[in-house]
């Protein structure tokens, strides 16, 4: 069974770090690309950044120089590493994978995992 498990979430202060996780089962990273979205209240899925099998890494203006997207080799994991963090990062944060880059940056990706809660207090 093709399977993302996304963790990591919790509840932290404004300022301070987060990593999240996303280990897929199932399938390799090779030959797909991945991603990190984001949902809050009231709002559509938003895309957080985005890493391709040639480990190009693009991030949405909101969170570049403050987020930062890793993916080991030797691990079948995807990191989300979160820093700075404001207030208006409080979502539910998704990660996902396809095979199709256009997919992933219309938010179209085939595989989404569960999701894990951020909330950032002031």
């Known amino acids: 069974e093709v399977q993302l498990v996304a963790s990591g979430g919790a509840s932290v202060q404004a300022g301070g770090s987060l990593r999240l996780s996303c280990t897929a089962s199932?399938?390799?990273?090779?030959?797909?690309?991945m991603g990190w979205y984001r949902q809050a209240p009231g709002n559509e899925c938003e895309l957080v950044g985005l890493?391709?099998?040639?480990?190009?890494?693009n991030y949405a203006v909101s969170v570049k120089g403050r987020f930062t997207i890793s993916q080991p080799n030797a691990e079948n994991t995807l990191y989300l590493q979160m820093n700075s963090l404001k207030t208006e990062d409080t979502a539910v944060y998704y990660c996902?994978?396809?095979?199709?880059?256009?997919?992933?940056?219309?938010?179209?990706?085939?595989?989404w995992g569960q999701g894990t809660q951020v909330t950032v207090s002031s």
């Open positions: 199932g399938f390799t990273f090779d030959g797909a690309g």
């Open positions: 996902a994978a396809d095979n199709s880059w256009s997919a992933l940056t219309g938010g179209r990706a085939g595989i």
């Open positions: 890493i391709n099998n040639d480990g190009t890494i």
